[in-house]
């Protein structure tokens, strides 16, 4: 009897030992035997599981400097599940800003309220800007998935001129998106800078693509540069992507505003539901040390931190990537500011293909 209890005993502390290692190839700190920089794991359990469509798997990837890699396989939702989506567009130019999302002009986030679109003339210096019915108040914008695609279409022209343009969830369901960031780290030899636009969509995405002229070649990258990044820049906790900017000078010109929700999102029949700024709503990991807390993953598994520290001061000493290290964290980005239309600019590691 004594004897079986301790056999029970030795193969529990086994197993336990096993896994222990196991956790610990797959959520330690590491330390790279080139640069002896700290490199810490992808943990695959920041992610939040009900904005999941299946539990993570790890899948061996291509990788962007020819070697493979295992990478964790996160399909999204794209559905965030810790907050509400929305509102983009107020009724109305009496609504307060509850009732309205935000919008992004000259590198300053405004709340959107009932006056924000009622003085848009007026902040942006052109008086063609007439997003309202002067009797009513009422605010012009999309009401259907049909209203939101054509809007967003660039040769749609002046039928949808001062519109607000909003996309609801309802017309996005059952939206999946699948993601590849390796689980380990790695630091490519040269930087991957990102293209200029919205790569990722098509001329009915919901946004604008900026386009190159006729008779230019997209841009590709500069010569004796890193070949570019995939568009999307990272993933939130809640599998909800950080998009590439939106083509703001794009969206204005056609008078026309595409709000981001509070949480710095809004919609495309394309995309679904992504980010365009960094405001904090979505879920983030504070830090024991007064530096800003985590909100997600790059697409080369580098970790994303808030762009200010408790204290509201902004790093100093990024890269041309908006990246730095630090012996905790090891090397990580900090977004930029949520007025910027942008989050990091460019990629320290390599990326699954
Ligand atoms: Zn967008
Ligand atoms: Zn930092």
Redesign the pocket.
């Known amino acids: 009897m004594k004897k079986t209890t301790f056999k029970l005993l030795t193969l529990t502390l086994l197993l336990a030992g096993f896994s222990a290692c196991k956790d610990k190839a797959k959520n330690s700190t590491s330390t790279s035997e080139e640069s002896g920089e700290v490199v810490v794991n992808v943990k695959k359990e920041n992610f939040l599981t009900a904005s999941l469509v299946e539990p993570i798997t790890i899948v061996s990837k291509e990788m962007s400097d020819g070697t493979t890699a295992d990478c964790y396989k996160i399909v999204a939702s794209g559905t965030p599940s810790e907050h509400e989506m929305g509102p983009w567009c107020p009724d109305n130019i009496s609504d307060d800003a509850s009732k309205g999302g935000v919008w992004a002009v000259d590198g300053e986030l405004y709340d959107i309220d009932g006056e924000f679109i009622k003085n848009l003339g007026n902040l942006l210096g052109d008086d063609t800007w007439m997003l309202y019915d002067k009797e009513t108040g009422e605010i012009t914008k999309t009401k259907t998935k049909d209203e939101c695609n054509d809007a967003a279409n660039p040769n749609v022209g002046e039928e949808y001129k001062n519109y607000c343009v909003e996309c609801l969830p309802s017309y996005v369901t059952g939206m999946s998106h699948t993601y590849y960031i390796p689980v380990t780290p790695k630091k490519a030899e040269k930087a991957y800078k990102f293209l200029k636009g919205?790569p990722g969509g098509g001329p009915n995405d919901?946004?604008r693509p900026e386009r190159p002229k006729d008779g230019e070649r997209p841009a590709g990258p500069p010569p004796g540069e890193n070949s570019t990044a995939p568009s999307n820049r990272g993933i939130a906790f809640n599998g909800v992507v950080f998009?590439a900017p939106?083509p703001v000078d794009a969206i204005l010109s056609a008078y026309t505003i595409?709000p981001f929700d509070d949480a710095g999102g809004?919609i495309?029949l394309h995309?679904g539901y992504?980010y365009?700024a960094a405001t904090g709503v979505s879920k983030k990991i504070a830090q024991d040390d007064n530096h800003a807390p985590m909100i997600g993953y790059a697409m080369d598994g580098y970790p994303i931190y808030a762009n200010t520290d408790a204290d509201g001061n902004e790093a100093t000493d990024l890269d041309e990537s908006r990246g730095h290290y630090d012996e905790i964290r090891g090397y990580h980005y900090h977004v930029d500011k949520a007025g910027s239309n942008n989050f990091i600019d460019g990629l320290r590691g390599v990326y699954a293909l």
Request: proline share 0%; no cysteine.
């Open positions: 919205h919901g946004e998009n939106a595409a809004h495309n995309e992504h365009h």
